[in-house]
């Protein structure tokens, strides 16, 4: 299902490479605040973004890695355990092979917590739909579509977001475009009257 | 279903001292701190579902392991080696195998998930207790069985051996002495370990070496074979094994002049066969067809290196590919297991988080380099 951006659960559970999209832009990121939006992580998903030894580091990497570290200390994307119960949920064993161990964390807690589980993966999120839902899996492009069709975000936001978000090699730069459309005609819509947005 | 703290903390030790590693070296690598590691060991300490994941993924292993009393990995294999093999194995070459290990399963894993599970329907049968015998008759049905003539000479025998169930891997080791190793994992099956620093050709007699103990020695779990002379049966049978599996003796007899040789006829003959031309002469000896004198005389013919093809880095590649593909194999990352992932991936069966790992790579910017190498795009839209 084509993904809607008049809803947007404002609760996120992120995973590793949705964190770092979501820090990629800084007018982003702060936007996605100021309209109320929480993301958080789990234990593990903060290890491989911040601890797991990695054979090359790159100029981009590290400036990911301090802005996290920055808003971690600022309260933001804390970091949450899991239970070993959250683990031995029939769900998560059976996709344990399919998904990344960032992934299932995220999604166990996001399922345990009622929260929404943010990746940017298009296989992560059919196999996290068949776990919590389809409404309970969100994106980066979502949350920049939402913020437009909330009116956060104004036009001339949308290069600057892309600029930063691919000034530092993130991949998003066609969705962002395309989610920017759809935000705009959902929002021509909405103000038509077509459909009405219930608040989520 | 509560964990068994005492069990838990007995296998996290087993690993580390497996991979011969301080609490302190775990601690640094996994972000948990060593009273906490400590206490785990002990069975004094409860772990949280993260600690559980960021161990199994430091420890190469499925995190069920932990939970459960299940053989879910090679675990009691790898004991078994490095308590047998404790000396002759470094710290890096034990990386080297649990990596290995880890592949094997994601491998079969994988084949299931995709129906592309080789049969196993090769067997064979030992009669008598004659060990070269069986090495040899062992070698002739194999030849038969995938539809070898005399004449004709397996070019790609990793692929031969994958055909048949095997997980086949090369990897480059720290021991030079080490030139193969064969596993019996619990689920994935045989498994066998080729040590890529050796030459070309030498692998490909390690492969079909290993591939004799997974055919001959089903009741072993592991065996390591060593480049030293070795009187063992099973290494000598898994030795006449590859002889006969790589230079049958008919073909040997077909050879012109068998008794006449010089420099270039053993290189041309050698190259011919994709063996080095060591393993030739004594193929030939034991076939009768040479004398001592003339086996030593072969023996010293080396093949220049660039004369050698590897199946697994065709020259069709362009340089960069060639070079890119030379460090993934070395790593223990065919082109067959990659595809594989790859096509996991493309079919929406793993993200992309999941191929990473598959993968042994730790960033997007790797991934996204190997994407481009296999000609593959990751998917982040509807």
């Known amino acids: 299902m084509a993904i809607d951006p008049s809803h947007f659960h404002t609760l996120n559970v992120a995973d590793t490479c949705a964190m770092w999209n979501v820090l990629s832009s800084k007018l982003l990121y702060q936007t996605a605040c100021s309209a109320g939006c929480v993301f958080s992580c789990t234990a593990f998903v903060a290890y491989e973004c911040l601890l797991k030894p990695r054979k090359e580091m790159s100029s981009e990497d590290e400036e990911l890695q301090t802005r996290l570290r920055r808003e971690q200390e600022n309260g933001r994307f804390q970091r949450y355990h899991l239970d070993i119960d959250d683990l031995l949920e029939v769900e998560i064993l059976e996709k344990r092979k ?20 943010h990746t940017d993966d298009t296989s992560a999120r059919k196999l996290a739909s068949q776990v919590i839902g389809e409404r309970h899996v969100q994106t980066t492009p979502h949350l920049f579509g939402w913020l437009y069709f909330r009116q956060l975000l104004g036009d001339s936001d949308k ?7 691919t000034s530092l090699k993130r991949p998003l730069r066609p969705y962002f475009e395309e989610m920017y459309c759809r935000a705009l005609h959902y929002r021509l819509m909405a103000n038509s009257g077509a459909y009405r947005v219930i608040e989520t | 279903m509560a964990l068994d703290l005492q069990l838990f903390g007995d296998k996290l030790k087993r690993y580390r001292e497996q991979l011969q590693l301080s609490l302190g070296e775990v601690s640094q690598a996994t972000g948990i ?6 206490a785990f060991e002990n069975g ?10 960021i161990l199994a993924d430091f420890y190469k292993c499925d995190y069920k392991f932990f939970l459960s009393n299940e053989r879910w990995t090679a675990f009691e294999q790898t004991d078994t080696l490095f308590r047998r093999f404790g000396d002759e194995v470094s710290r890096q070459d034990r990386w080297a195998v649990l990596e290995v290990l880890f592949l094997a399963d994601v491998e079969f894993y994988l084949q299931s998930t995709l129906g592309k599970a080789p049969p196993r329907s090769f067997t064979f049968q030992k009669i008598g207790g004659y060990f070269k015998a069986h090495g040899e008759q062992a070698a002739a049905a194999l030849r038969t069985y995938l539809g070898y003539a005399d004449h004709q000479v397996p070019l790609n025998i990793y692929q031969d051996f994958r055909a048949l169930g095997m997980h086949v891997f090369r990897r480059r080791l720290d021991n030079s002495n080490i030139s193969g190793v064969y596993v019996r994992h619990p689920v994935a099956g045989p498994c066998i370990l080729v040590n890529y620093s050796e030459d070309v050709y030498r692998q490909r007699f390690t492969a079909a070496h290993e591939a004799a103990h997974a055919i001959l020695d089903q009741d072993e779990d592991v065996i390591v074979s060593f480049t030293r002379a070795n009187t063992d049966l099973r290494e000598v049978r898994a030795n006449t094994f590859a002889s006969h599996y790589l230079m049958p003796p008919a073909f040997l007899q077909r050879i012109p002049d068998p008794g006449q040789w010089d420099s270039a006829k053993a290189m041309h003959w050698a190259n011919a066969l994709k063996v080095s031309t060591e393993a030739l002469s004594i193929a030939l000896s034991q076939a009768g067809l040479i004398d001592h004198e003339t086996e030593q005389v072969i023996r010293t013919v080396r093949v220049p290196r660039e004369a050698k093809e590897d199946p ?3 020259e069709t590649l362009s340089p960069r590919a060639r070079a890119r593909k030379e460090e993934l194999l070395k790593r223990g990352l065919s082109d067959y297991y990659v595809s594989l992932c790859f096509e996991a991936y493309r079919e929406r069966l793993v993200s992309a988080a999941r191929l990473a790992e598959m993968l042994l790579v730790d960033g997007d910017t790797e ?3 190997l994407a481009e190498l296999y000609g593959e795009v990751l998917q982040y839209g509807d």
């Open chain 1, 98 to 117: 399919n998904l990344g161990k960032g992934e299932l964390s995220s999604i166990a807690f996001a399922k345990r917590t009622q929260q929404a589980f």
């Open chain 1, 159 to 165: 290069e600057t977001i892309i600029d930063e978000h």
């Open chain 2, 33 to 38: 701190g060593e009273a906490a590691l400590a």
């Open chain 2, 44 to 53: 004094a300490g409860s772990p949280t579902g993260d600690d559980v994941l």
């Open chain 2, 312 to 314: 697994e880095l065709p």
């Open chain 2, 367 to 369: 991934l996204r380099e």
